[in-house]
Nanobody, 125 residues
């Protein structure tokens, strides 16, 4: 079992920046594909961005140019840098992991067996 712990969420204003962190347990972090998803009240959980074991990345169209995912394998940590935040970004953000991935970046909820508890991001208008 892999444990994932997100942090860094909070209340910010339209246009502000925020960086989320996700720390994973274990000694094989470099072999995990990682993803960020978000879920707003009354909506389904949606893909935000992902990074595979080769550090290839993919982003949802809604966050391209504003969000950046990165990983530090030495720290067992994946980051989500969020710039120019908008009210529509308000959601609970979840970190997800899967041992090994694919040639591309996994983008479905069902692709990831391990999940963190989430961290709330609220962007005021």
């Amino acid at each position: 079992q892999v444990q994932l712990v997100e942090s860094g969420g909070g209340l910010v204003q339209d246009g502000d920046s925020l960086r989320l962190s996700c720390v994973a347990s274990g000694r094989t972090f470099s072999n995990y594909a990682m993803g960020w998803f978000r879920q707003a009240p009354g909506k389904e959980r949606e893909f935000v961005t992902g990074i595979n074991t080769r550090r290839s990345t993919s982003y949802a169209d809604s966050v391209k140019g504003r969000f950046t995912i990165s990983r530090d394998n030495a720290k067992n940590t994946v980051y989500l840098q969020m710039d120019n935040l908008k009210p529509e970004d308000t959601a609970v953000y979840y970190c997800a992991a899967r041992l090994y991935g694919a040639l591309g970046v996994l983008s479905r909820v069902s692709d990831y067996p391990y999940w963190g508890r989430g961290t709330q991001v609220t962007v005021s208008s």
